[in-house]
């Protein structure tokens, strides 16, 4: 019966890639992304995701630090950034980024994940100060932050080799890099959505120097708006590559587009079936990265438990107040606790395991 439900699909030679652990093609990429079976899809991702997963199903617990608003890029997607002076414009100061951590003390957290727009007023001093200021109130905390994007930022106002800048940024507490700001690795896409920040090709060149570093990251893809299919196989496969490469990428997220408050508010939110096919497509085209996570912030924990059978092994964490995909109108709630994690993760039949920033085993809450 199985059998012929994969023959009814036409993946039945793609499923055969699968079992015996080979890597797919463009080509497949392609047809997958064609397909409408859904569960054929999840069927063979859940095989790669058990194989080097299991049964376990990972989350962290985080704290989200947006330190600015204020951006200068300009992207057509985002609903979080203001322009310099703008009357709703904020920037921490590394004294309110101590406190937003030391308000959070009685949670034992072990990541806190620092993401913001381009502003180009911070000095270089700035980004050591947050990152000391994280470390003073929790020393043993691991800090993810600075996208690839804001690395070409702190390189600018250093005005010195990145291979320096990277070093300080590691003296000064930084553990491991996010995946943001990639978007989709095309330059069609970039002309048309974010010109004026880091093109496909810089991307991937600022990840391979963070990797070399010896600074591990994760790595994105925001689907929903006007990528094509054709655009999000190239991303996945220009991903695999690097990895190929470095082996520096934990995980790859998908990111569903939020088009509330944003200059594309025409287009339509993602379904959950669009949700669960890019987690799909993108567990069995890179075959090289050990982590795929469903972000419950922009899916919706429904959609992320079910997800755990379609490819994820991870569904992030606690979060502790987010506020860039809210600005683009989720309305997932702003904060989970690990209880609440932990009973999610149970419900959808998987064995919870509490992770730190570099996957290294917290506990089993099984």
């Known amino acids: ?54 049964q376990k199903a990972f989350f962290v617990r985080n704290q989200h630090i947006n330190y600015t608003n204020v951006c200068n890029k300009g992207c057509k997607f985002c609903a979080f950034y203001v322009l310099p002076g703008a009357d709703d414009a904020y920037t921490l100061s590394p004294d309110q980024v ?55 930022e702190i390189q600018r106002v250093a005005r010195k080799p990145i291979e320096e800048v990277l070093e300080d940024l590691k003296d000064a507490g930084l553990d491991s890099v996010p995946g943001g700001g990639v978007e989709v690795l095309s330059d069609r896409v970039h002309e048309e959505l974010f010109r004026l920040k880091l093109s496909p090709a810089g991307w991937l060149d600022m990840a391979r120097k963070v990797h070399m570093a010896g600074l591990k990251s994760n790595a994105t893809l925001l689907y929903g708006h006007i990528e094509t299919p054709e655009e999000r196989v190239d991303h996945f496969l220009r991903l695999r590559e690097l990895q190929d490469e ?11 587009f939020h088009p509330d408050n944003t200059e594309m508010d025409n287009l339509p939110s993602t379904t959950g079936f669009e949700d669960l096919r890019q987690i799909a497509v993108s567990r069995l085209l890179l075959d090289n990265f050990p982590h795929i996570k469903s972000f419950w912030i922009m899916i919706s924990p429904p959609v992320s438990q079910v997800s755990l059978w379609y490819g994820a092994d991870d569904v992030d964490g606690t979060i502790l107040r987010e506020e860039i995909t809210h600005s683009a109108g989720a309305t997932t709630p702003q904060a989970l606790t690990r209880n609440g994690l932990v009973e999610m993760i149970r419900e959808a039949g998987r064995i919870p395991v509490e992770r730190d920033p570099l996957y290294q085993e917290v506990s089993h809450a099984a």
Not at 246 to 256: H, K, R, S, V
């Open 1 to 54: 019966m199985l059998r012929e439900t994969i023959e009814k699909s036409g993946l039945a030679d793609i499923n055969d890639k699968v079992a015996n652990n080979e890597r797919l093609t463009r080509e497949d990429g392609l047809r997958l992304y064609a397909a409408t079976d859904l569960n054929v899809l999840g069927y063979m991702a859940n095989r790669v995701r058990e194989r080097r997963n299991g």
């Open 246 to 256: 470095t082996g520096g990428f934990l995980a790859f997220i998908p990111l569903a």
């Open 98 to 152: 101590r406190q937003r951590v030391r308000d959070w003390l009685k949670e034992p957290i072990t990541e806190i994940h620092m993401v913001a727009g381009i502003n180009p007023r911070l000095p270089y001093d700035y980004y050591l100060d947050i990152l000391r200021a994280v470390k003073e109130i929790r020393p043993t905390v691991g800090i993810k932050a600075f996208t690839m994007i804001e690395m070409v």
